[in-house]
C-alpha cells in the first residue's frame, strides 16, 4: 500500500511538473460566454487555436452533465506542450441552463456562429499572439468552418458532418433504426419546404418535437461542403475509424469539396478523441472516462498542422 502511495504522489508530481509553467486565463467574451485561455511556457507569440465544441450543452472541456471525457481538456493541455496557445469556450447553453434561462423555441443554430465569430474577433486582435486557427469538432465544424472565413489563418475539422443535418441523421437512422428513415425523410421535406413537421412518428419524437423544430430548421440552412469551400485558408479534416457518431464517409465528402485540404484518418480514435481497442461497449464508456488520456496522434497531427511554416 505504501508503495502505492508513493507511485500516486510521483506520478502527480509529473503532471504537475509537465504543466509548470503554463498559464490559465478566464476569459468572459459575452454574458452568455466565457472561456479559458492556455498559455504554453515559453512562447514568446505563440499561435492560438480557438476550439468550438460539439452538439448539446458541451462546455469549454468538452462535457456535459453526464458525460465527462475532458476531451477538449486534454487536447488544449496537449497543444500548450507543442507551444501552441489555445481558448476554449463554454458553449451558451450551458450558462442558459445554469441561469433557468433555457427557451428552446429561441434557440438558433445561427447563435453558435455568432457566439464564434465574436470569440474570433476578440482573440485575433490580441497582440499576445501570431497566427489564429479555429478548431471545430463534430457540430462545432460547421460552426468554425463559417466563422473562420476571412478572419482565421487555418482551419481544422474534427469529426466534422459533410452532409446537411438532415441527410446526415437519415444516413444513421437507416443503420441504427431503418423503420423510421422513411418517416424522418418526409418529416425533414416537410420542415424544409414549409418550416415546421407535423407528421412524424413517435419515435422521432426527439428529432422534431415542435420546440427545436426552428433551430433544426435553421441549422438545415448550411451546407458543409459548401461552406468548407469558401475557405481560403490552410484546412485540416480529422476523423478516427472508432467514432460511432460520424463515418469517415463525412470526412471524405468535406475533403471532397476542399480538395487541398490535409485530411487524415486517425486508426482507433473515437469520438471523444479516445483509442478504443475493443468493441463497442469499450467504446461508449470512454465518454464518461475522464482520466482516460486522447489519442497522442491526434495531438501531433494538430499541432504539426499549426506550426508548418
Known amino acids: 500500500m505504501k508503495f502505492f502511495v508513493t507511485t500516486c504522489i510521483m506520478l502527480t508530481m509529473g503532471v504537475l511538473l509537465a504543466q509548470e509553467g503554463n498559464k490559465t486565463e478566464t476569459i468572459r467574451v459575452s454574458p452568455l460566454l466565457e472561456g479559458t485561455l492556455l498559455m504554453p511556457a515559453d512562447s514568446p507569440n505563440p499561435p492560438l487555436v480557438i476550439l468550438i465544441a460539439g452538439s448539446g450543452p458541451t462546455d469549454r472541456d468538452g462535457n456535459q452533465n453526464m458525460m465527462k471525457n475532458n476531451s477538449l481538456k486534454f487536447l488544449a493541455e496537449g497543444l500548450a506542450e507543442r507551444g501552441i496557445a489555445s481558448f476554449r469556450y463554454d458553449k451558451r447553453i450551458v450558462k442558459m441552463i445554469k441561469n433557468g434561462q433555457v427557451n428552446e423555441k429561441g434557440i438558433r443554430f445561427d447563435d453558435f456562429i455568432e457566439d464564434a465569430v465574436l470569440v474570433v474577433e476578440k482573440m485575433r486582435v490580441d497582440d499576445r499572439f501570431g497566427k489564429l486557427y479555429v478548431l471545430g469538432h463534430s457540430q462545432g465544424s460547421l460552426v468554425g468552418m463559417i466563422a473562420a472565413r476571412n478572419r482565421a489563418d487555418?482551419?481544422?475539422?474534427?469529426?466534422g458532418a459533410g452532409q446537411e443535418i438532415d441527410d446526415v441523421i437519415v444516413d444513421q437512422l437507416a443503420k441504427q433504426a431503418p423503420g423510421l428513415t422513411e418517416n424522418a425523410?418526409?418529416?425533414?421535406?416537410?420542415?424544409?419546404?414549409?418550416?415546421?413537421?407535423?407528421?412524424?412518428?413517435?419515435?422521432?419524437?426527439?428529432?422534431?418535437?415542435?420546440d427545436i423544430?426552428?433551430?433544426?430548421?435553421?441549422?438545415?440552412?448550411y451546407n458543409p461542403q459548401v461552406e468548407i469551400a469558401k475557405l481560403e485558408i490552410p484546412v485540416l479534416i480529422l476523423?478516427?475509424?472508432?467514432?460511432?457518431?460520424?463515418?469517415?464517409?463525412?470526412?471524405?465528402?468535406?475533403?471532397?469539396?476542399?480538395?487541398?485540404?490535409?485530411?487524415?484518418i486517425i486508426e482507433d480514435m473515437n469520438h471523444v478523441f479516445k483509442e478504443i481497442s475493443g468493441n463497442d461497449l469499450e467504446n461508449s464508456k470512454s465518454y464518461n472516462q475522464p482520466m482516460l488520456p486522447i489519442k497522442k496522434e491526434l495531438i501531433e497531427i494538430t499541432a504539426d498542422f499549426i506550426l508548418q511554416k
Open 154 to 159: 487555418g482551419f481544422i475539422s474534427i469529426a
Open 185 to 210: 425523410r418526409q418529416s425533414f421535406d416537410d420542415l424544409r419546404v414549409n418550416g415546421v413537421a407535423q407528421n412524424f412518428s413517435p419515435g422521432l419524437a426527439s428529432i422534431f418535437r415542435p
Open 213 to 221: 423544430q426552428p433551430f433544426i430548421f435553421s441549422w438545415m440552412q
Open 239 to 264: 476523423n478516427g475509424t472508432k467514432d460511432l457518431q460520424v463515418q469517415i464517409s463525412e470526412a471524405q465528402a468535406l475533403q471532397e469539396a476542399k480538395p487541398d485540404a490535409t485530411f487524415v
